[in-house]
């Protein structure tokens, strides 16, 4: 054999060394990488992470409630109360009629938390609404109850992005407006209390002076005559509340009288509950 011969030899084998060493460790590295990323609790790029299947769902958080009133889509009026929840998506919530006249349960498709200075908030903003809320946490629901004009409620439940909503609508639809006169406040369905303020547009004769009563038929109603100009105009006007022995249902009218022969004429109806007395 040549020195060349033997050279070549020798430079073969010593490649082979070097390769059988290489794939070792490439078939170590891939096996070490497999093992720590297909095993129990691990996820892509670490193995330290928690277990994700069969983990509880979280509790969601109620934030807030809100309340708004309103003519139905539909026919009607209604109190809306809103819960709103925190991050981009509510609970499903099902209502269920029961137990005392008015009174709703909302339950849900996952479990909720709510922060008793949360509720205690609600039910101060509640108030003029004439609702009131209650927790129950072992049933995780959450009752929403009417406090006046319990009667002829039909609940309506849903659920929008982070609010589950409930809306109580009252039928049939107030008249807020007839002709020549229209009241945007006081509200229907809600609580008045001492001295209040009415709101709305007249177009009454002379600029009248129209009538403004706030009763309770049998029990009690005050009086308020208000003077506008002529031509549809926008009014503000404070009026008396009448004197009741307690808290009651009653109303809030409007009117003119008929420059022909005195008649009312364009009369609305505002229902109200008056809470003074209590």
């Known amino acids: ?11 073969s084998g010593t490649l082979l060394v070097v390769l059988l060493v290489v794939a070792g460790y490439v078939f170590a590295t891939s096996s070490s990488s497999s093992t720590g990323g297909s095993g129990p609790g691990s996820s892509a790029g670490s193995s330290s992470s928690p277990p994700t ?17 309103g003519p139905d889509p539909a026919r009607g009026w209604d109190t809306n109360v809103a819960l709103v929840f925190q991050g981009s998506r509510a609970p499903r919530s099902t209502v269920h009629p029961g137990g005392p006249a008015g009174s709703y349960t909302l339950t849900f498709n996952q479990e909720i ?22 927790w129950n946490s072992g049933a995780h629901a959450v009752t929403i109850r009417a406090t006046a004009f319990t009667g002829g409620i039909t609940p309506v439940s849903g659920t929008f992005q982070n609010r589950s909503t409930l809306r109580l609508v009252r039928q049939p639809t107030p008249v807020t407006s007839n002709n020549c006169l229209a009241l945007t406040k006081p509200r229907p369905f809600m609580a008045l209390t001492g001295i209040s303020v009415a709101s709305g547009t007249a177009n009454v004769f002379e600029g009248g002076p129209f009538t403004i009563a706030a009763r309770v038929p049998g029990v009690g109603e005050a009086i308020t005559k208000v003077k506008v100009q002529s031509g549809p105009v926008r009014f ?15 109303l809030v009218a409007a009117w003119d009288t008929s420059p022909k022969d005195g008649s009312v004429i364009c009369l609305v109806h505002i229902p109200v509950y008056f809470t003074h007395g209590e």
């Open 53 to 69: 299947s069969g983990t509880p769902a979280s509790l969601v958080a109620l934030q807030r409630v809100s309340f708004s009133s």
């Open 1 to 11: 054999m040549t020195r060349t011969q033997k050279l070549a030899l020798a430079g």
């Open 236 to 250: 503000t006007k404070g009026y008396a509340l009448p004197s009741l022995p307690g808290p009651a249902e009653g």
């Open 113 to 134: 938390a709510v922060d008793p200075r949360v509720l205690s908030a609600a039910n101060r903003a509640a108030a003029p609404y004439l609702v009131h809320l209650s």
